[in-house]
């Protein structure tokens, strides 16, 4: 990987270009970039928060509210396909890539859906709202 000094200036970089907040992954080692990107989202997953996110991008995706282009290998697109979810023994569901693979793509698009719509509130994850109405992203 990318060490966090460089990540965090390219956040940094393309939040001032875009003028946007960066919805950060604060997850685990994700703590140490977000400490570098001031006024960032931190977003830290539970079994539950991840569930919401990525559920709310399947319904979107879905309804045809995303599309993703095929016509040439990008790494979201086999990021998706591969993705899988799995019912756990104790409730809930299992969602993440196949061991070995990456899903961080998957993961970025879920935060960006969320974030477009702000947070699911009191563990709500109903595709988020844009501009006052469900629409396509």
């Known amino acids: 990987g990318r060490p966090y000094v460089e990540t965090a200036g390219l956040v940094n970089s393309l939040a001032a270009q875009f003028r946007c907040r960066p919805i950060v992954d604060a997850t685990g080692i994700g703590e140490a970039v977000v400490e570098q990107i001031p006024g960032c989202l931190a977003v830290r997953f539970t079994p539950q928060t991840k569930q ?13 509210g995303i599309r993703i282009p ?3 290998t990008i790494p979201l697109a086999e990021e ?3 993705f899988r979810q799995e019912a756990r023994p104790t409730g809930g569901l299992k969602l993440e890539a196949p061991i070995g693979k990456h899903d961080d793509t998957v993961i970025a698009l879920a935060l960006a859906l969320w974030g477009v719509g702000s947070r699911p509130h009191r563990g709500n994850a109903e595709a988020p709202m844009l501009y006052g109405r469900r629409e396509s992203i």
């Open 52 to 64: 919401d996110i990525l559920m709310a991008l399947r319904a979107c995706v879905e309804r045809g």
């Open 70 to 72: 095929t016509t040439r």
């Open 80 to 82: 998706m396909k591969i």
